[in-house]
Nanobody, 120 residues
Framework: QVHLVESGGGLVQPGGSLRLSCAAS????????MAWYRQAPGKQRELVAV???????NYANSVKGRFTISRDNAKNTVYLQMNSLKPEDTAVYYC??????????????WGQGTQVTVSS
């Protein structure tokens, strides 16, 4: 299993920015595809962004052009830069490790999540 710790969430006004971080345990971080999910109350967990071990990226249409996923393998960390935030981005954001073979497949390992609230 992979132990994940998310951080960087908070309260931000519409149009603002946040950068989320996810620190991962283990010695094989660079081999994983990594992803960010989010979940709002009463809604299913939604895949937001994916970065493969080769640093290819994919984004949900709702965040494309506003969010950027990146990784620093030397720090075992994945980031989500969120710009032009909207109220509908409000959710708990979770990091996940998995693999990518045409599409992302998550492992059943999640951090505690970090709350992002976008409100004026």
């Amino acid at each position: 299993q992979v132990h994940l710790v998310e951080s960087g969430g908070g309260l931000v006004q519409p149009g603002g920015s946040l950068r989320l971080s996810c620190a991962a345990s283990g010695n094989i971080f660079s081999k994983y595809a990594m992803a960010w999910y989010r979940q709002a109350p009463g809604k299913q967990r939604e895949l937001v962004a994916v970065i493969t071990s080769r640093r290819n990226t994919n984004y949900a249409n709702s965040v494309k052009g506003r969010f950027t996923i990146s990784r620093d393998n030397a720090k075992n960390t994945v980031y989500l830069q969120m710009n032009s935030l909207k109220p509908e981005d409000t959710a708990v954001y979770y990091c996940n490790a998995g693999y990518y073979s045409g599409s992302y497949s998550p492992y059943d390992s999640w951090g505690q999540g970090t709350q992002v609230t976008v409100s004026s």
